[in-house]
């Protein structure tokens, strides 16, 4: 079955010109689609044509499908072992897998340990509580609550990451705790969107941007001035007329952000988040929104929950003792603090 790529357009024709001489004339295109990861997905690069750019753009679209399949917690798929599959057999049996959720759970473990836990997948249980709430606050807004403590707490207890037991020689995985479920959310954007970029420029696309649901990466360069791909930061704030807090220079670069103003719903007043933190097992109050800059996708999806879940003083000296990425913090009063390198980002 053909997949389907609900919009390409032309946007810009540009001519490129060599001394006196015309060269070949390129155009910016643009993708759009719906319904994979449950966001929005847009493509932009320069191409040579029409047809050249709908090759690439339905490459991205069959490599992200695939991911979005394997990595679904709620749905079953034909002939594919997915999330959903491995949380479906908790404590009864291993799950053959393929190899891209294996390497999805190693990295996850890997984040596991550098967060020191602020960032775990072995949570589904927890986070399927506030879910449920969550969801059922945003379409009965009259009687929307919180979950009760005790409800969390006692999910809380099938959270232990070392019962995500992976067996890289048989290729399988298992949930000894049969109360145990994995949520991926944290991480499988960002690191879907690597590894499709990656595939992508492993068959000779070398400039691009592609982002999913906010998480963008940007490969090589813009247009035939080569310049940087300009790429702005949400203003938590939706009813600020300044839709954006900085606009980016990015350039073989990543841009994660999270933040309380996406997914929440509203009890008493008082706005809920889906970005849950694992100690107090509520939505982290420390931010409205933080963003982190950096090559991989994958750890810039991860860091920005990390981060969003620790103090200032500490996400700030996580980031700083992490080779070439950057982070911006936006507190609740509006304050805004940037790492070291960051304000070198920033288009001027």
Request: charged share 25%.
């Amino acid at each position: 079955m053909t997949k389907k790529i609900i919009t390409i357009s032309l946007i810009l024709t540009i001519l490129i010109t060599t001394s006196s001489c015309s060269a070949k004339e390129q155009k910016k295109y643009s993708a759009q689609f719906l319904e994979l990861f449950n966001t929005i997905t847009e493509i932009v690069a320069y191409s040579d044509s029409k047809e050249e750019f709908s090759t690439f753009a339905q490459l991205i679209y069959d490599n992200l499908e695939e991911y979005h399949k394997l990595y679904d917690k709620y749905n079953d798929y034909d002939n594919i072992n997915n999330i959903k599959t491995i949380n479906d057999n908790a404590g009864i049996k291993p799950v053959k897998v393929d190899q891209r959720i294996i390497d999805l759970l190693l990295f996850c473990k890997n984040q596991y340990q550098l967060s020191e836990g602020k960032v775990n997948i072995a949570m589904g249980s927890v986070l399927e509580i506030w879910h449920e709430y969550r969801e059922d606050g945003i379409n009965n807004p009259e009687s929307a609550s919180l979950p009760p403590m005790e409800q969390l707490e006692a999910a809380n207890l099938h959270t232990n990451i070392d019962n995500l037991i992976i067996d890289e020689v048989s290729s399988t995985v298992y949930l000894s705790d049969a109360n145990m479920k994995l949520d991926v959310g944290a991480v499988a954007k960002g690191y879907a969107t690597e590894q499709v970029s990656q595939i992508a420029k492993d068959k000779g696309y070398k400039n691009f941007l592609l982002s999913v649901g906010g998480n963008v990466r940007s490969m090589g360069t813009k247009g035939p001035k080569k310049e940087p791909w300009s790429v702005g930061i949400q203003n938590p704030d939706k009813h600020s007329e300044k839709k954006s807090l900085y606009t980016l220079n990015l350039k073989n670069l990543s841009l994660v952000s999270s933040g309380n103003y996406e997914r929440y719903y509203t009890v008493n007043g008082k706005i809920y988040h889906h970005i849950i933190d694992p100690v107090t097992l509520m939505p982290s109050e420390y931010f409205t929104a933080l963003s982190i800059v950096c090559e991989d996708s994958g750890l810039a999806d991860a860091l920005s929950t990390t981060i969003y879940n620790m103090p200032f003083e500490e996400g700030s000296a996580l980031i700083e003792s992490l080779e070439d990425v950057e982070a911006l913090w936006v507190f609740p009063d509006g304050e805004m603090r940037y790492s070291e390198h960051f304000e070198e980002l920033i288009k001027q």
